[in-house]
């Protein structure tokens, strides 16, 4: 009789298709994102997440179409990141039938972009979705740092201090991904997840690097998450999301089963 | 039904009023879409939905004239459905970024959802996701309210947002949810007047059974 926690299936979408890929390159077709996004609401998904990983801007326009569709049969709620820089993207998104958006490069490059957009937008709409790699040696103090561009480019920020600096200029909600863990299956960097989560006044949502249920469960009880994302352990099917959310009850969190 | 229900949707530049659409469409209605009170006539059922800011929201409202309108419609004894801060306007205040006036409909105010748990432990806000309803007082039955086929304590709504009102008049509560032990207002009713907190339009089945309940209203 409280808040649940969340379960969201992240749908990596690059011009119009599902693709999934490990650290971030090889990327795999995995399917149709409206035809997945309504799988996903049938199997109890608490939310979805959109990211558009479209690279050329001629096919931008594809995840508005997509993010539409999905609203025209899904009832849940939706976020939607990938190229968000303006204040125009937000509100082109949020009209095709998103609930939240993710900004990520461009919070890093212009976090006054943040603030502009929560002040539009209201703060429960603005999602700031952290890449961050550990670069801290063994036996140091850990320490995580952005990288952006697809976690191809440095940027010497400190992912704490920066997840701290955004929710002040008004992020409503953060999505950390560890990018070291992303894709690799052996579970979130649940030290990365607790030390923001414990920082900040907004939920967190834990992402990178699902592999097993246990890693779910680890997301919200040892790294304070209140939400956990995964991608290609339900994309490939390895679990349900219903498997996931009474697996992750039955390990004492509070879900939405019904 | 033998003829779709009707609704007016109040569009004051609120970005999720098309997903309020969509679930309404979904639920057998026809949607009539309104950008001002000036050219808009009675509406049969009146829908307010809204997201953001409460200072952005009702100045808004004022500005394209709503306020008068949704007044003189909750007068008529149709029914009106406000949703998240379309619920909130409803109050007479708002404390969030500083006091603003709401319309002043049901006595109350709105504040912010707390930050820390009735342990004294801190918990997030906004409070974001998916919390099961419990009537807001033993004794109130939601027989013939927006929830009639809701069973208390059991099934989720999905609620997004760091305010919620507090309604001066106990009789006006009709269901909460609980956040870290607190009571957080998660639906109203009184009479024809009915709002939620929680998004019916992103909750699912659970959602869309509200919808199709305020349009049998």
Redesign the interface.
């Known amino acids: 009789m409280t808040l649940k926690a969340r379960v969201i299936p992240c749908l990596d979408v690059k011009d119009g298709r599902v693709v999934k890929g490990v650290s971030f390159v090889n990327l795999v077709d995995a399917g149709d994102p409206v035809e997945s996004a309504k799988a996903y609401d049938a199997a109890g998904a608490d939310e979805l997440c959109f990211l558009d990983i479209t690279a050329s801007s001629d096919n931008r326009d594809t995840i508005f179409d997509v993010v539409a569709r999905t609203a025209d049969h899904c009832f849940m709620p939706l976020t939607v990141g990938g190229g968000v820089r303006t204040v125009a993207d937000i509100r082109k998104l949020l009209l095709a039938g998103a609930d939240k958006v993710s900004i990520n490069s461009a919070a890093v490059s212009n976090p006054d972009f943040v603030a502009e957009a929560a002040d539009k937008f209201g703060n429960q709409c603005i999602v700031v979705s952290i890449d961050s790699k550990k670069v801290s040696a063994e036996g140091e103090e850990d320490r995580w740092e952005i990288f952006t561009h697809g976690g191809r480019k440095p940027t010497g920020i400190d992912a704490v201090a920066f997840a701290e600096k955004m929710v002040e200029r008004g992020a409503g909600e953060l999505l950390l991904t560890s990018m070291d863990r992303d894709g690799q299956k052996g579970g979130y960097d649940i030290a990365l997840t607790r030390t923001i989560a414990d920082r900040v006044s907004v939920p967190v949502i834990a992402s990178g690097g699902v592999g097993t249920l246990d890693h779910l469960v680890e997301g919200v009880r040892d790294g304070h998450a209140t939400a956990v994302l995964a991608a290609s352990i339900f994309h490939f099917g390895t679990y349900t999301v219903g498997e996931a959310k009474r697996y992750m009850a039955e390990h004492g969190i509070a879900m939405r089963l019904d | 039904m033998t003829k779709a229900a009707e609704i007016t949707l109040v569009d004051y530049g609120m970005?999720?009023m098309?997903?309020v659409a969509?679930?309404f469409r979904?639920c057998g209605a026809e949607i009539r879409v309104v950008e001002s009170a000036a050219e808009a006539g009675p509406a049969e059922r009146l829908v307010v939905p809204g997201?953001?800011?409460f200072e952005k929201s009702i100045r808004a409202v004022r500005e394209k004239g709503f306020d008068e309108f949704i007044r003189r419609h909750v007068e008529t004894g149709r029914p009106f459905l406000g949703v998240c801060v379309g619920m909130q306007m409803l109050f007479e205040a708002s404390e969030e970024f500083g006091e603003h006036q709401g319309l002043g409909i049901l006595p109350g105010r709105v504040a912010r959802v707390p930050?820390v748990d009735t342990a004294g432990e801190?918990q997030?806000?906004?409070?974001?996701?998916?919390?099961?309803l419990?009537p807001a007082q033993a004794e109130r039955s939601w027989e013939g309210t927006l929830l009639a086929d809701h069973q208390p304590?059991?099934?989720?709504v999905?609620?997004?947002?760091?305010f919620a009102a507090r309604p001066a008049d106990e009789g006006d509560m009709l269901a909460d949810?609980?956040?870290?032990g607190h009571r957080i207002c998660a639906a109203v009713q009184r009479d024809n007047i009915c709002a939620t907190q929680f998004?019916p339009?992103?909750?699912?089945?659970?959602?869309?059974s509200v919808i199709r309940r305020f349009l049998s209203l």
């Open positions: 970005a999720n098309l997903n969509r679930a979904h997201v953001g800011a930050s801190p997030p806000v906004p409070h974001i996701g998916w919390s099961a419990v304590g059991a099934s989720s999905y609620f997004v947002h760091s949810c609980l956040y870290g998004h339009e992103r909750s699912g089945e659970i959602g869309l």
